[in-house]
């Protein structure tokens, strides 16, 4: 079936340093969406890509999605500790699938 | 307040003792799903349902029973609980498959 992985699955960076989430895909996605979950809560919606290539900008986080549209990423620079959380991808292939997150940790 | 509202958020119980999460949703979303988290799977697809009436099975559907007789509520039941359906629980909505998710707050469950 589908999947939807995600490298690393785990990343400590201290703080100010960047970060970078991947997601793959097996199969063609018609979307990309990136989801923030905070320990102990419940994921949030962040941003969603549509068109191949397309590169959004929300203040310090970059997302791309592919030109393939198999995989994205999530790129955050300078991070600083209210980024601390499991980033998670999701996309519509022939089922809606979420990745298998990346845990962020950032050091003081 | 738009929102998901997910009960029980804690629930203990044991083997076989049929039970049921309650889900509702106040933002007239036509899709609504299940999914469970487990530490390193992410987040796997329970069950969804398109509309009213409409239900599918996602990626984990054994054990599990839903149903949607109203556009706003979207129950999971577990007819037969066994231990290794003890995980964190989310319900979700959006207005389509492809737009923004809205989350509930989780429900923890354990089974012993």
């Known amino acids: 079936g589908q999947q939807v992985m995600q490298i690393p699955q785990y990343q400590h960076v201290q703080e100010g340093e960047d970060f970078t989430t991947y997601c793959n895909s097996s199969t063609t996605l018609s979307n990309i969406q990136w989801y923030k979950q905070r320990p102990g809560g419940h994921p949030v919606f962040l941003i969603q890509?549509?068109?191949?290539?397309e590169v959004k900008k929300q203040k310090r986080l970059t997302f791309q999605f592919g030109e393939a549209k198999k995989n994205s990423s999530l790129h955050i620079t300078a991070t600083q500790t209210t980024d601390v959380g499991t980033y998670f991808c999701?996309?519509?292939?022939?089922?809606?699938?979420f990745g298998t997150g990346t845990s962020l940790t950032v050091i003081p | 307040e738009a929102q998901v509202t997910q009960n029980p958020r804690y629930l203990i119980t044991v083997t076989g003792k049929k039970l049921t999460v309650t889900c509702s949703q106040n933002m007239n979303h036509e899709y609504m799903s299940w999914y469970r988290q487990d530490p390193g799977l992410g987040l796997r697809q329970i069950y969804y349902s398109m509309n009213v009436e409409v239900t599918d099975k996602g990626d984990v559907p054994e054990g599990y029973k839903v149903s949607r007789k109203e556009k706003r509520n979207f129950p999971l039941i577990l007819e037969s609980p066994s231990p290794n359906q003890t995980s964190l629980y989310f319900c979700a909505s959006s207005f389509r498959v492809t737009t923004e998710a809205f989350f509930g707050q989780g429900t923890r469950l354990t089974v012993v």
């Open positions: 890509l549509v068109k191949s290539g």
């Open positions: 999701a996309g519509w292939g022939n089922q809606f699938y």
